[in-house]
């Protein structure tokens, strides 16, 4: 963890330490660090409709409504289909063909079709989410030992005891590792949102790039990206504590 | 309204080639640089196993920064320039592609490399002749999700003005028409599928010992 913090300190050191001339900005006496900073305190990004702590809310709320719902539907399907061993052959390759969907182009498509509204932004995006949470739980599932399935049933385990207190403990590690792809996955795409017209993070991106404002897109890229971080460190604290001591892992 | 116009994309298909062009290039460039990169990174993180975790988590918190923050986040030193995208997608094939070539030189049997190593190979034949072969299934699947990953992204560099099949998105989205979005999105998953399906024969070429072994 220590590392991750340290590797984002030195991006951002070195991003700050550039003059502002040395990237085609007019020199107003202040680098990108300055800039920056600027843009940070200014009173817009603390108050009212447009301010950070807003536009975190709205992003957050986009990903997590995506991934509520695309965990209702990948988990049960990823872990079926693994805990019965059928057709998995079919859920994988449906899945890596869903990698294959540009996001970007869904989201616009679903806003020609649909129209302006959050129900295109979160269709995409629980698409994006499925194939790596089906794809994780279904080869997790797979990979529990016969042996260990065959002793389940030796002691007398129904199939739900064997299913929720033997395999799904078993396959955990790779279960939590599709949900902190997917969910990762899901808080860089809902930067899209703003393109159609949506709020969230990605506000400052597409209308910085548009106004030529560096400091703008620069500030709210870093914000999306110490986010990210954030969310993965938690979700590797969670499934720390999710995954029984005696399976997890080295490294 | 029909949702295709048949005559649209007769009356531009030079522009949809070169975008098709331009995206495969991107794809090219991007997968054959984090090829190169990720290579002497991967062999020297077998090799010393204490800079692997590093690494790993160097390309991990790289991976993690999303792809969109990250070509922003390059526009200051490089510019709206083809290569702010190319490093951006190269950044993102590395994680993929050295996690995948440790994994594969490590999951070759100790037991092989030492009968190799009796046998006189040289550790550079070693390498060459028994252990990247035996790696292979397991490279060329990082490969794989590489690409497929990189074709899919490709798309959003067109809003730092590259992009090849997704300026056909922005067409799609600035003028409310529905044809270059559909021909763009559908161009970019038989792209994707296409090479899929090719990389996947490149190996079943690549190695005729494991042909009629379950994968």
Redesign the interface.
Known sequence: MS??VL??VA?MLG?LS?PAQA??LEADGLG?AGQLVDWFVAPAQWHGPTSLPTRIVEHLYYMTSAMAIALLIALPVGIGLGHWGRGGLLAINVA??G????????V??M???VGFGFVPVLVALVALAIPPMVTNSYVGMQAVDPAVRTAAIALGLSRWQRLFQVELPIAMPLVMAGIRTSA?QV???A??AA??GLGGL?RY??D??AQQQ?AQ??G???V??VL??LL?ALLAGLQHLLVSPGLRRE? | MSLVQWDWVARHGGEIGAQLGQHVLLTGLALGFGLLIAFPLALAAVRWPRF???SL??T??LF???????F??L???T?LSIATSLIGLTIYTLLILFRNIVEGLRGVPADVSEAAKALGYSRGRRLVQVELPIALPVIMAGVR?AA??T??MV??T???GQGG??QL?IT??TL?F?TP??V??VL??AL??SV?LLLAGLLWWLTPWQRGRAT
């Open positions: 590392r991750y590797v984002l991006m991003l550039l990237i085609g990108v890596n063909m990698r294959a969907v540009p996001s970007f182009g869904l616009i498509l806003f020609l079709l990762v808080l860089s795409t930067t899209l393109y159609v990605g991106l597409i910085g790039l560096l897109v620069v709210g890229a870093l999306v990206a990210a971080v993965e490294g | 692997y975790g590093p988590g160097l991990g918190i993690t920064v999303p792809s969109l923050a990250l922003i986040l526009i200051p030193f510019g999700i497929v990953t074709i899919g798309t959003v067109a809003l730092i099949l997704g998105f799609g989205f409310h529905t979005l559909l763009g999105f970019s998953i994707a599928v899929d």
